[in-house]
Every structure is written in structure tokens, then in C-alpha cells.
């Protein structure tokens, strides 16, 4: 009997262990891809019989999909005896499938094709919306079944940070993995990574650090704010109550390519300007509380003012 020994790097161990949930997230050349594809390719081999589904939020063609990534792990796996592959799937050892779906256009219905399928790996999970992750998680639920998501932090918002990294389900494990994680970063990416690292720091530590998108490129004072963050001149502090707040306001405009109405509250405390989130949250909050009455209000109106109308008409037709 063979043994296959594949090659893990460390960050990646305890991702080995059977749960529920595994996540990873970082930025480019960490490696994750490949993990979760060789990790993939292992358990198909030693679990026979294993169905797994490959997940995007959008994949229109096979091309968008993670399957030359695991025809190549096969390959260099030197596997290929035992598994069989077609243009819309891969077939393993002992009757098992993997199979590659695009989940944006699925619907409840549809998406029971999945249940009895054990593990679902969700890559470029960034992009999967809350919708998506909402039919998925309970249609996986077979024996030992296993969720696995990579991706390239957005937002805080986006559904997957927001279940792995924000509620955080018990059991899960989590890891974050970056290009100094990954014992075979190639050279030609470490040139890429140096030259964003000088030529685009506005951009670096989403792209290479896995951390939140934090400015646009081509922003106004992108490159200050990410200087000042590099110096660690931007951390939490508290509002000093004796000291007033001012408000600064940028009027967005009205058209497509206008830019967004924008406000920063902040104190000035001796040479430092602070900015003042927890203010700002609450506006926000208020704001989007009283767009939300505003809008239940219109509809209410708008409502009531057609039963009228209808109300009316009735009463003209039968001359009351």
C-alpha cells in the first residue's frame, strides 16, 4: 500500500482536523488556494465514495471554477490512476464526485441537488452574498459534512466575514495566512509584492496582507493615510468631553460617477487630530433608522391612498 505524503505548511495544520467550518483568509500568494485543493485531493483518495462540490458565487463558465487547480493537484500528485476527468466533473476513487457550481443562480429547489454531498469549499468566498451562504450552509448536512471558505478580505460586512470571523460558530477554525506563511512563495511574486508595496501603497496591505480595503485607488490623501497607519499614527482613542466636536461634510453629488456624501466628526486635542467613530456610527444608525421609517411611511401612504381610491371607484360603480 502507497502513502501519499503531501508537503503542508505550518499555518495550515490545523486546518487537518475534522470541524464543521474551515476557513482561511489572507492576502495573494499565501497559498490557501492550493491548500484547500491538495486537502481536497487527499480526502477523495483515503475517504472513497467522497462527494464534494466546488462553490463561486458566480462562475459561468468551468474556466471561473477552482477545477484546473485540482486537475494540476492530481497531476503532480501523481493520482491520476484513480481519478477520472470529464469536461463538467471529476470523478474519484470508490464512486465519489466532485463537481463545480456557481450559486448565484441557484434557488432553494435547485440547490437540494447538493444534500447529500459532504464537504462544499467556497473560493473567492469574498464574493458570496448572504443569500448564497444562507441556502448553503443547511443543504451540506450529511454524516461529518464540512464547510470550507477561502478568500481575500473585502469588508467587515461581506456574509463570510461576517459568519466566520464576526459570530464566529463554535467549533470552527480559522486561520489567517499571508505570503510569509507559505514556504514556497515564489520569487516572481515577491517582486510583485515589493513593487505594490512602493509604487501602490494604498493597496498593499489589502492585496498582500489580507486586510480590509481601506481606500480607493487613486483617492484623495490614500497615500498619507496608508503612511500614517504604516508609522502607527492611527490607533483608538477616546473623546476628550471637555472639548467640542466639529463636523467637516463633503457634498456628494447626484449622478453616477459623483462621489459619495461623506462626514467626519472630530476633535482637535493639543497637535492631534482625532476622528470620532462612535458619534458618527450613532448618525449613521440614526440615518439609516430614519430612512427606513421614511420608507415604510411612503409605503403606507401609498398603500392606504390606492385602498381609497379603489374604495372610491367601487362606490361610483354601484352609484353610492
Keep these: ?6 508537503p503542508t505548511a505550518k499555518i495550515f495544520e490545523p486546518l487537518l482536523k475534522p470541524a464543521r467550518y474551515k476557513g482561511v483568509y489572507g492576502g495573494r500568494g499565501s497559498g490557501k488556494s492550493h491548500f484547500f485543493g491538495e486537502l481536497l485531493v487527499e480526502t477523495c483518495q483515503a475517504e472513497r465514495g467522497t462527494l464534494a462540490v466546488c462553490i463561486r458565487e458566480a462562475q459561468r463558465t468551468l474556466a471561473q471554477s477552482s477545477k484546473r487547480l485540482i486537475e494540476g493537484k492530481i497531476a503532480s500528485l501523481r493520482l491520476g490512476h484513480g481519478f477520472k476527468l470529464f469536461s463538467d466533473k471529476i470523478e474519484t476513487p470508490g464512486d465519489g464526485l466532485i463537481i463545480f457550481r456557481g450559486l448565484q443562480d441557484h434557488t432553494a429547489e435547485s440547490i437540494k441537488s447538493l444534500e447529500g454531498f459532504r464537504i462544499a469549499w467556497i473560493d473567492e468566498a469574498q464574493s458570496l452574498s448572504a443569500r448564497s451562504l444562507a441556502l448553503l450552509r443547511p443543504t451540506i448536512r450529511a454524516k461529518d459534512s464540512e464547510l470550507w471558505a477561502s478568500w ?5 460586512s461581506d456574509a463570510i466575514d461576517d459568519f466566520l470571523r464576526g459570530r464566529k460558530p463554535d467549533g470552527a477554525v480559522i486561520v489567517k495566512a499571508n505570503w510569509r506563511d507559505n514556504p514556497w512563495f515564489p520569487d516572481v511574486l515577491e517582486e510583485e509584492r515589493l513593487l505594490d508595496q512602493k509604487l501602490y501603497p494604498e493597496r498593499y496591505d489589502h492585496i ?3 486586510e480590509y480595503a481601506r481606500a480607493f485607488e487613486g483617492a484623495y490623501f490614500a497615500a498619507l493615510l496608508s503612511e500614517a497607519r504604516a508609522q502607527g499614527r492611527i490607533g483608538k482613542v477616546s473623546a476628550d468631553p471637555l472639548l467640542p466636536l466639529r463636523a467637516f461634510i463633503d457634498i456628494g453629488g447626484a449622478g453616477a460617477a459623483a462621489d459619495a456624501f461623506t462626514m ?8 492631534e487630530l482625532r476622528a470620532d467613530f462612535l458619534h458618527l456610527r450613532r448618525w449613521r444608525k440614526s440615518v439609516e433608522q430614519a430612512q427606513n421609517y421614511t420608507f415604510k411611511a411612503v409605503i403606507t401612504v401609498v398603500a392606504t391612498g390606492l385602498m381609497g381610491a379603489i374604495w372610491l ?3 361610483v360603480a354601484l352609484g353610492k
Excluded: H
Excluded at 1 to 6: A, F, H, P, V, Y
Design 313 to 315: 371607484g367601487v362606490k
Design 152 to 156: 481575500n478580505p473585502r469588508r467587515k
Design 208 to 210: 498582500w496582507e489580507g
Design 1 to 6: 500500500m502507497s502513502i501519499l505524503k503531501i
Design 264 to 271: 467626519w466628526i472630530v476633535q482637535w486635542v493639543g497637535s
